[in-house]
């Protein structure tokens, strides 16, 4: 049997899981407002909670150990916050700059690969070479490569060969997103699955479950019934 | 000073040879400019973390605007409000046990799995009131999404091993390809829209449009 | 216009008009269902499960393992039992495993995982410090990722609690060349930067991602970069069933399995709605007939 604490921790995630699921009913509701406000802000303190161990374990233990230079880290990112004040948000352009110019570089010097010249080199190599199956999925994946590239092109029109090749392309992509639909369907249904999993794993959880979502599905019909659902839900 | 800050031009030179610092190393093996790139890209993280402070700025003026407004429903924004400096005053207890450790069990991670776990309702409902054979292109999407629909439950794959090959050519090369074509272009886009900002073509980006 | 407002009572006009709730409330029941009373269905192994399996098993115990938790909790959910199965693995080949958080809701996973596992870490000996070391939030963007890839030392000195690194097995990992495998449960907040930062030079990786990021991720497979995706849920399912164990993920396929169905089954339903009744009406409305 659980302790006090653990049985505490169910009964109010579940309650407030149930209160979230209330928008499933169609209307907005007061429960629905207390648990999103609820996540809004104890995550945001959850937020600046670890952002501030890391900046400390990043920064400072760095600094300490002699990394002197990893103050400028600490100079820059007090500049930024100075956003806050309109008068002198002028003063944050700089470390925007230096941390918008260094991101560019960390991004684009690896996307230029992955993103890019290895994704033409893995389209065109082992066209071929080897067996009927590893040709099959390459030349079907060149071809849909090449059928769909068209798409993006916004400054030349898709008339005479071209535009043939866009419209086979636009059959192909259709066949993709149904495959691409129902992936992200499992991926969904996956969330939920595992999310009611920790509900009804061990069996003393279910009944609390249970009796969470009665309960919620009661206030919110009773709230509808009464009127008293747009009255009570906070405004927007 | 504040034309210092202000100037055009020195924003787009720190821009330029922040990128710079960080781009040519990879490429060129140069020492010192190795070291300084490790360097620049370690103050890099640490200026991104100060970010926050600008979003839990904006959460708090959000909040205060209806708490002082009385709009209806203001207690709730108070009460979101005060969780933020209940949750920051709970870490400060300890983060192996005490409140901290259940309001992470009791709140946050379950109404986090919720927030996520209810797009499989809407999703479910949003495939089946649109999803209909109007024309062949729907017809071929439908009929793609069935079989891999079929073959992701597991107790399709057992009974019926033949749909095993079927949906895997359709992922690994209908599905896969397009992604790869969408990656390619997002790339494509990404690599011109940085050389656009570093060459100063997207001012707003930089904060040169003007506060 | 010569059609009648009337709506005709019909059972298509039903099946193309019925309310959304319906839906909501069916895979309610299709999924908690199953999950409180288990019909043990059984499962197949796909290749990409085998494929990430076989990677895992070439591990031995001189190798270090940066686990990446690349992921917010309610992501956990589905990615629980591949974390759970890719973490048994690691421990049984008693690899040297360190873990990197992203996200600030998966700071408590350590917690949970190796709780979970404690009987198997006993049976082993493996404890913290000399064989698994948990970093914490360290992965806050990608200069994060890019610099422990670079300077591994000058970025991480010490561990969650404090505790410096120094003396442990991270001592000896100095860049993205000390790590022999990297196993990335992502949802995909950084893993693309963990990729171009550790995979594109070289460190083998390797992916438990969730469903919709499998088509992505698959183009990275395809190219060499990365060397195996473990699918969403059903990967980790068909990954304890090449263990020998039965855990989270096997329990959830019969709810997983229902969940499709009841899907398919609605998908169809209106479409028999809509060609039994609004594909005519809207004919009809056309033709003025």
Request: charged share 15%; proline share 4%.
């Amino acid at each position: 049997m659980p302790d006090i604490i653990e049985l505490s921790i169910v009964v109010v995630g579940a309650f407030l899981a149930m209160c979230m699921f209330s928008t499933l009913y169609g209307k907005s509701s007061p429960m629905y407002a207390l648990a999103e406000e609820s996540y809004l802000g104890f995550a945001t303190g959850l937020t600046i909670v670890v952002n501030v161990l890391y900046l400390y374990n990043t920064g400072i233990v760095g600094i300490r150990a002699g990394d002197w230079v990893l103050s400028f880290g600490f100079l820059l990112g007090f500049m930024i916050v100075v956003r806050i004040f309109p008068k002198y948000s002028y003063i944050s352009r700089i470390p925007i700059a230096i941390t918008l110019g260094s991101g560019l570089g960390l991004g684009l010097r690896t996307t230029i690969f992955t993103g890019f010249l290895d994704q033409i080199r893995g389209t065109i190599i082992q066209l071929f070479s080897g067996s009927a199956k590893t040709l099959l999925y390459q030349w079907t994946i060149a071809i849909c490569v090449l059928f769909t590239l068209p798409f993006f092109l916004y400054t030349v029109e898709l008339k005479g060969p071209l535009g043939w090749v866009a419209k086979i392309g636009e059959y192909l992509m259709y066949i993709s997103f149904g495959a691409s639909f129902a992936q992200t369907f499992m991926g969904r249904l996956g969330l939920f699955v595992g999310f009611m999993q920790y509900y009804t794993v061990p069996d003393w959880k279910i009944p609390i479950l249970v009796l969470s979502m009665i309960i919620v599905l009661a206030l919110i019909v009773a709230l509808d019934k009464t009127n008293l659902l747009a009255r009570l839900t906070p405004e927007e | 000073m504040s034309a210092f800050f202000k100037s055009r031009e020195v924003i787009l030179t720190a821009a330029g040879l922040a990128f710079v610092a960080t781009f040519v190393p990879y490429f060129v093996t140069i020492p010192e400019l190795s070291v300084i790139s490790t360097k620049l890209v370690t103050i890099t993280a640490l200026v991104n973390a100060f970010t926050l402070a600008l979003a839990v700025h904006s959460q708090f003026m959000r909040g205060m605007y209806f708490v002082r407004r009385r709009s209806r429903g203001w207690i709730l924004k108070a009460y979101m409000m005060v969780t933020i400096v209940l949750m920051v005053i709970f870490a400060t207890m300890g983060q192996d046990k005490g409140p901290y450790n259940w309001v992470m069990l009791a709140i946050v991670n379950p109404l986090s799995s919720v927030n996520y776990g209810i797009l499989a309702f809407y999703m479910a409902s949003t495939c089946a009131r649109a999803f209909r054979a109007r024309n062949m292109k729907a017809l071929l999407f439908l009929a793609a999404g069935f079989i891999v629909l079929f073959y992701q439950a597991p107790l399709t794959g057992s009974i019926f091993p033949g749909i095993e090959p079927v949906a895997l050519y359709l992922t690994d090369t209908f599905a896969m390809a397009i992604t790869r074509t969408f990656t390619m272009s997002v790339t494509l886009g990404a690599i011109i829209f940085g050389a656009r900002v570093l060459m100063g073509k997207q001012p707003q980006v930089l904060g040169l449009g003007g506060e | 216009m010569s059609v009648s407002d009337e709506k005709e009572k019909s059972i298509f006009r039903y099946l193309s008009e019925y309310d959304r709730r319906i839906i909501y409330f069916l895979l309610f029941i299709v999924v908690v269902g199953p999950l409180i009373s288990p019909i043990a269905m059984p499962i197949s192994v796909s290749p990409d499960s085998k494929q990430y399996y076989d990677v895992l098993r070439t591990l031995g115990s001189n190798d270090i393992v940066l686990t990446v938790l690349d992921t917010e909790f309610s992501g956990y959910m589905e990615l629980q039992s591949g974390v759970i199965a890719s973490t048994r693995m690691i421990i049984e080949k008693e690899s040297k495993m360190a873990v990197a958080i992203s996200h600030p809701e998966a700071t408590i996973i350590p917690d949970i995982l190796f709780g979970a596992l404690k009987d198997l870490m006993d049976a082993h000996h493996y404890t913290y410090g000399d064989s698994y070391l948990v970093l914490g939030y360290i992965y806050q963007n990608e200069a994060s990722v890019a610099s422990s890839a670079e300077d591994f030392q000058g970025f991480v000195r010490q561990d969650w609690q404090g505790r410096p690194i120094k003396g442990t097995f991270l001592e000896q990992v100095r860049s993205w060349k000390d790590i022999s495998l990297i196993v990335s449960h992502t949802t995909g907040i950084l893993s693309g930067s963990v990729m171009n930062h550790f995979a594109l030079r070289g460190t083998r990786m390797i992916v438990n991602c969730i469903g919709g990021m499998i088509p992505g991720q698959k183009t990275y497979l395809n190219t060499g970069i990365l060397k195996a995706v473990l699918p969403a849920m059903r990967g980790g399912a068909e990954l304890e069933s090449l263990i020998g164990i039965r855990g989270l993920g096997t329990k959830a396929m019969d709810a997983f399995t229902l969940g499709h169905y009841m899907l398919i089954a609605f998908i169809i339903i209106g479409n028999i709605g809509y060609f039994g009744y609004a594909r005519p009406r809207a004919q009809k409305a056309r033709t003025g007939g």
